[in-house]
């Protein structure tokens, strides 16, 4: 596929913030990003805006990808998976933090209003 094989050098162009680059990368990746975003996150929404979230960090710190470490796109999988699984986690803890709100519910605790 000749889009992978210019990945290497949209990424040096993204790291130089050529937006047209940017967007080329995008219309190049965002299918197969998505993708790796559902498989983790297995809500259309949520893979949808944390794919947004994974390309404003791929522009902010595109100049920190190094060839010799992997390949662009094993890089950006990487991006995208480790903020769904952050995602995640937040989402596990919001729901671990209403659990316990609900049991203090359920067994009359009052907690104290900070103020």
Do not use: C
């Not at 992978?4 to 990746?29: G, I, K, S, W």
């Not at 960090?57 to 010799?68: E, F, K, L």
């Not at 769904?84 to 049991?103: S, T």
Request: hydrophobic letters at 45%; glycine letters at 2%; aromatic letters at 6%.
């Amino acid at each position: 596929m000749q889009a992978n094989q210019d990945l290497p050098q949209l990424m040096a162009r993204v790291a130089l913030r050529d937006r047209a680059a940017f967007e080329q990368l995008y219309r190049v990746t965002s299918a197969h990003l998505f993708s790796v975003s559902l498989r983790v996150l297995r809500h259309e929404q949520r893979a949808e805006e944390n794919l947004q979230e994974a390309y404003v960090s791929i522009w902010h710190h595109a100049q920190t990808y190094r060839p010799d470490a992997g390949t662009p796109m094993t890089w950006m999988i990487n991006i995208v998976r480790n903020k769904a699984i952050d995602l995640l986690r937040a989402r596990r803890n919001e729901d671990e933090h209403a659990a316990e709100l609900d049991e203090d519910a359920a067994l009359g605790v009052v907690q104290p209003v900070a103020g």
